[in-house]
């Protein structure tokens, strides 16, 4: 059920139910972390395999040393990044404490942890009081959900609650970090971009984190619709009668007309559908439109999505990154 109601959402947490609550950056499918069977629930509502640790939610910084422990050498840089990104879309791993279960760290030693920002989620938390377990509210593999309506398709039937807050802001899941020796290892891109980690340390992009997990698995984030990355759709031109969806980086929806350009006949037009990531080549706003109109592309029964590639800089990283490993799906 879609709901704005933050009460049941916390009656349903603390009695070890799940719930789909909006964060900052996608839409996560939370559950008390330090409640093993809630825990579990996640994982059967996802069809998530038990090797993919899963990242923990803190109502406040005063919980950090609770659940984790904070190297000593590292204290220093951990609490600028903590100053600077938290509550925010940064997820940091750390040695963790003996109370997190292992089956939110999928056994590892280490757990992954956040604060929200988003008010709504914040607000659930706090009033909770207990760390929240909380990926992605979508089916395993499958792309990370931005409304309540997404989830809804991913999970209707599985869960009892949506908290519903409109789309989510970022659009793309959190930068993921490990610390180690003053350093900083980006384990994933997201809206903490490269640029803005290394003003705090030396940064270094870790291709294949050494933990092998599902949500660095090359074919990740996958459309049903085989999805193809182009350098610019002036130059693509689809087979005869195959249709194919663009998903628009440098073309204007003015200039996608699209005409063919064999034939000349405006009547015939290139691609099938067209979505364009920001008309205004914006790419925050491309960031926070990419799942959506993946979603939509793929829900047009096409032959094929082509996507023209983004500038691999600042949040162009992480949306490359989200659309490579779309692209190795197929
Ligand atoms: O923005 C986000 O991070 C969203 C929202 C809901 O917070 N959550 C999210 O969770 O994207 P999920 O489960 O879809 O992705 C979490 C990723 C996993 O793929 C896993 O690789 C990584 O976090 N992870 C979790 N624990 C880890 C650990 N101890 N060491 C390394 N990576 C870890
Ligand atoms: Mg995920």
């Known amino acids: 059920m879609i709901s704005t109601d933050r ?62 422990d904070v190297p ?42 956040r604060i929200s920002a988003h008010r709504a989620f914040a607000e659930i938390l706090g009033e909770l009081d207990q760390p929240l377990a909380a990926p992605s509210a979508n089916r395993f593999g499958r792309i990370s959900p931005t409304t309540a309506g997404h989830v809804l398709d991913e999970l209707d039937g599985r869960i009892p609650l949506i908290v519903d807050a409109g789309p989510t802001e970022h659009g793309i899941e959190s930068t993921i970090v490990a610390i180690r020796d003053g350093r900083i290892a980006v384990l994933r891109h997201g809206p903490i971009t490269n ?13 294949t984190p050494r933990i092998s997990s599902p949500g660095q698995l090359p074919s990740h984030y996958a459309p049903e619709t085989a999805l193809r990355l182009i350098d610019n759709a002036e130059a693509f031109f689809p087979r005869k009668n195959q249709r194919v969806g663009l998903l628009a980086w440098h073309a204007r929806t003015g200039d996608l007309q699209l005409a063919d350009r064999r034939t000349r006949d405006r ?20 960031a926070a439109n990419l799942f959506r109109l993946v979603r939509e592309l793929d829900a047009l029964d096409l032959d094929l999505i082509v996507a023209e590639r983004v500038p691999s800089l600042g949040l162009g990283a992480a949306i490359m990154d989200r659309l490579e490993r779309a692209s190795k799906a197929a």
Request: charged share 25%; aromatic share 6%.
């Open 7 to 68: 009460v049941a959402a916390v009656e349903l947490l603390r009695k070890g139910n799940l719930v789909a609550l909006p964060t900052e950056t996608v839409y996560g499918l939370a559950a008390d972390a330090l409640n093993s069977i809630a825990v579990a629930r996640i994982f059967e509502a996802k069809e998530r395999p038990r090797f993919d640790p899963l990242i923990v939610h803190l109502p406040n910084r005063g919980w950090l040393e609770r659940i984790v």
């Open 72 to 113: 000593a050498g590292d204290r220093q840089l951990i609490g600028k990044l903590a100053e600077k990104f938290w509550p925010g879309p940064l997820t940091i791993v750390f040695p963790k404490c003996e109370i997190v279960p292992d089956i939110v760290t999928a056994g590892l030693d280490t757990v992954a942890v």
């Open 195 to 207: 640029e803005q980690l290394s003003q705090f340390a030396v940064t270094s992009v870790v291709a």
């Open 267 to 286: 009547r015939s037009l290139r691609f099938a559908a067209v979505r364009s990531l920001s008309q205004r080549q914006d790419l925050r706003e491309a």
